[in-house]
């Protein structure tokens, strides 16, 4: 049973709203109305379902980004192995975070983000048909 947090409770009248059926809104709790009403184009933005189908988008942003989250003692040392594997894919590291200390009651994690730019892609003529 999902918990009726303000989020839950919106989205159940966002549901009913577009007509959804008890099942839908209930079937897959929370996370799969979230994800549907994702799908018909809605996001949450902190106080309501907002139709994003009339809203202008910004394009994509072509780089990378990750979220290495651990224990706050080792989370510097995952980063850099996950960055090295990263980069030897032939990606190009951005930027690397510092740790940062997760809000209580996760205090004792921490969080470092590791932003990317993918590798350059090859054109045709440079792929080899070997």
Same mark, same amino acid.
């Given at each position: 049973m999902s918990k009726k947090t303000f989020k839950y409770c919106a989205a159940i009248e966002r549901g009913l709203k577009l007509g959804l059926t008890h099942e839908q809104m209930? *079937? /897959?709790g929370?996370? *799969?109305l979230y994800l549907l009403l994702q799908k018909l184009q809605y996001a949450w933005d902190g106080n309501n379902w907002a139709s994003l189908k009339d809203e202008p988008? /910004? %394009?994509a942003s072509q780089l990378i $980004?990750? $979220?290495v989250w651990a224990d706050a003692e080792v989370v510097? /040392?995952?980063s850099a192995d996950i960055a090295k594997v990263i980069e030897g894919a032939g990606f190009g590291m951005v930027e690397k975070s510092p740790v940062y200390t997760? $809000? %209580?009651p996760k205090q004792l994690e921490g969080c470092?983000?590791?932003t990317f730019n993918p590798p350059a892609k090859k054109s045709s003529s440079e792929v080899s048909h070997g």
């Open positions: 209930h *079937g /897959d929370s996370e *799969g988008a /910004d %394009p $980004r990750i $979220r510097e /040392d995952f997760c $809000r %209580p470092v983000y590791l």
